[in-house]
């Protein structure tokens, strides 16, 4: 005996296509925040002359570790699904010291021009 389930095929379609849509938007949404905030802070950091150097270096470091880490993720998900979830756990952890020593680093200090720190 098959199992029944209350769901029609065409409840389950339209929560598919607004999955798929929202989906769709939240990852454009993304891309273009991170791709127009990266592209502007090498902007501002890099001087001008060298800013065709600094962005290819970035464009091709980029593209190398994300193509490394999606051949990564398929031979985890290969080998064990928990290992990739646990993985992508770890990974992303590890990532928000990272973000803390960036911002330390890049961010100005609140101190006035001319004005002591700790004054």
């Not at 891309?31 to 290819?56: C, I, N, T, W």
């Not at 590890?94 to 890049?106: C, D, F, N, R």
Request: charged share 15%; with cysteine.
């Amino acid at each position: 005996m098959r199992p029944t389930c209350d769901i029609s095929k065409t409840a389950a379609l339209k929560f598919v296509v607004l999955l798929g849509t929202v989906s769709l938007f939240a990852d454009v949404t993304y891309e273009g925040a991170q791709e127009s905030v990266v592209r502007a802070a090498v902007a501002d950091m890099v001087p001008v002359h060298k800013l065709g150097l600094a962005f290819g270096v970035l464009n091709t470091v980029y593209g190398l570790f994300w193509f490394g880490g999606s051949v990564l993720m398929g031979v985890l998900y290969d080998f064990s699904l928990v290992t990739l979830i646990g993985f992508s756990v770890v990974i992303q952890l590890a990532a928000v010291p990272m973000l803390i020593l960036a911002k330390l680093h890049w961010l100005p200090s609140k101190t006035a021009p001319g004005e002591k720190e700790g004054a």
